[in-house]
């Protein structure tokens, strides 16, 4: 580790960003709770409130002003505590203002915990500071659920949406097998609009023929009516009753999202537009084409915020990015995101590299081929090795006496203002 | 205790009902463990192939024949292990078959789990046996997470459904909350089509004004479109974001469920009718009336089967009623259902009593008004005393290598039948 005099000495902005996920506290508490213990460099461990608009806003909070219990339990809570948003940076004067913000409050590091577009925001701000001679370091910290980042093994939150979503599938799997004489089929839609790593890695439920689930749809794998059809009346045909997991953005052969047409594949057989999404749509096929009925299950956000059933390992590796990312930037790295390298399988052993922001920035990772069978429809032996270690663990959420969990909430008392009201 | 020599010997054949819930297998468990202890009067541990189906179809297998280690691991397992069916029995001729498949295996005991019409059927088999001089004893077993079943204080189900969807409402209400500049509010939908008991014990979840949820809707207090957009802006105005719950079942305040109505509460103000439920109509409603974005989360039968994160407490008090289930009928008594009774609530105490099947069969629960606030959208204290004792503690579910949960399944090998088919 370097001398803390050749590093910037200043303040520390951590922040998150986009859709939340059950580990993006742990990552957060990993690197506010590293960063606190080199109080020389970091003369404040400060958060933006709601991402990137909090720096806009210059809306700010000092965690040490947080009881230190509650940012160790950061680790374990649900969505993100520092609040997020879905703010797209992109204007010159965007990219200024932040770069206002920092000078003002004398913020040199820049912990961002986002996908591929905070990436790219992070990137920018680090090369603008550079451009006007402020120095600071810029890390990234890899957050998302749909395990779309390139440059990484796999994302901090999909091992828990994974684990969140097969075990709930298996379970619902149970309910449609035992009341497969009056509700024959069930659809469960789930999240990931252009990858379908989450749909698929519900397969992993899948042990044997009468396992939830027996049909899986991803974006990566256009599916006509037609098929769709065939493929539900096949399993029908063998066990008497199906249970499908469709990714909302799956599409036809034609490229149409199913959550959105009407046309060709939905109002020619129903007479309607489809209004609710893919799981609608594929639910909707069912009940009139192969004619049985078809429930449905959407789980929503709440897949994303199932910190009571989060895997043990991503927890551990989201905290470990977090870490990580400051323990870079005390050797004076910057324009990088931590990655998780895969060093070994069998037993399964994880470390953490660098990619740079540019580079992440303009990545997008797809399920790869061979991770699904022939037909499309469900996980390969290969897939199963690559994600089992990432759902391994259970944890243990603190409990409340009235017998639900009990989640720390930051106080995020705001820091007085220095500079002028955002001009958006 | 009888001597055994008072009581009639022979088969036992114990039947699931209904919509499965979390605990409706701890139940099967309990009562099947229980009756092994007696083989002289049990002579033979049958199950029914999903529910009175297996009766009428003659689809019976021996318990005896699963491995002990299931039969133990049945107490936590999602869904109906036995199978289940919305079958309703209602002709004579069903009736008679019944007794028929009954007597031709010399079957004397009958345990049914399920709801009021399941009660319904025990009661109407008990009656037409002893019509026919058939000697046999049967029990009701109480079970739906509806918790509308009368003369028991809850119902097995109700518990863990509770906990479930409490715990994932707050969780996901930290996600509205995290980012709700952009996605402003969410509505869940619920499960409960003429009491909202379901609904509102997700109220358990806001300890403060910023927790979720904000809003409940249940059955038992109609609705307008003008109330609900109103009390949507109030939480808005207070907070900045809103998370509703609404049961399945809600109607509006000309009595038509929101779930189907497309006429003055919907296609007026949208143009197209409502088709994807309650929780699509309410967030329809929030995006054209109030203006901002709302989240769709429908857990649907994911909330009836999350044994990953069962009430400790319902799991034992379902076990218990099977257990006393048996127990009874080795007292003799026949055409009762167990019920739960509270002796004690500060310390939580819960023993067990008996209902006729006859009273149970016309009875339902609805949710007491004083349950819920003036404005008829958040719990009472009242309700809190009540629901806590219900859903406290976690279960610890038997894992796989793979990270996920390892449910048992049963063999269910049938018997060779004895009658002729079912003249449906």
Known sequence: MPSPTSLPKGAAVFAQSGGPTTVINASMAGAVLEAKKFPKVFTKLLGAKNGILGVLNEELFDFKAEAPADLKNLKLCPAAAAGSCRYKVKTEADYARIVEVFAAHNIRYFFYAGGNDSMDTADKVSKLAKSQGYEMIVMGIPKTIDNDLGFTDHCPGFGSVAKYNATQVMEAGRDTEAL??????????????????????????????????????????????????????????????????????????KGEYLAEIGGSFGADAFGHKQLGGAGEFVANLIEKEVGVKARRNKPGTLQRNGTHWASKTDVSEAFMCGQRAVRHALLGDTGHMVTLVRTSNKPYKCDTGLAKLSDVANGEHFLPRDFLDENGTMITRKFRDYLEPLVKGEVKVPMGKDGLPQYVRLKRKLLAKKCGAWKK
């Not at 024959?184 to 939830?212: C, F, K, P, Y």
């Not at 689930?213 to 199906?242: F, M, Q, T």
């Open 180 to 253: 497969y004489t009056a509700d024959t089929t069930t659809v469960q839609e789930v999240m990931g609009r252009n990858a379908g790593w989450i749909a698929a890695s519900t397969g992993l439920a899948h042990r044997s023929e009468a396992d939830a689930p027996h049909l899986i749809y991803v974006p990566e794998i256009p599916v006509s009516a037609e098929k769709l059809a065939g493929d539900v009346r096949g399993v029908l045909k063998r066990l008497g009753y199906c249970f499908v997991v469709v990714c909302e953005g799956v599409k036809n052969e």
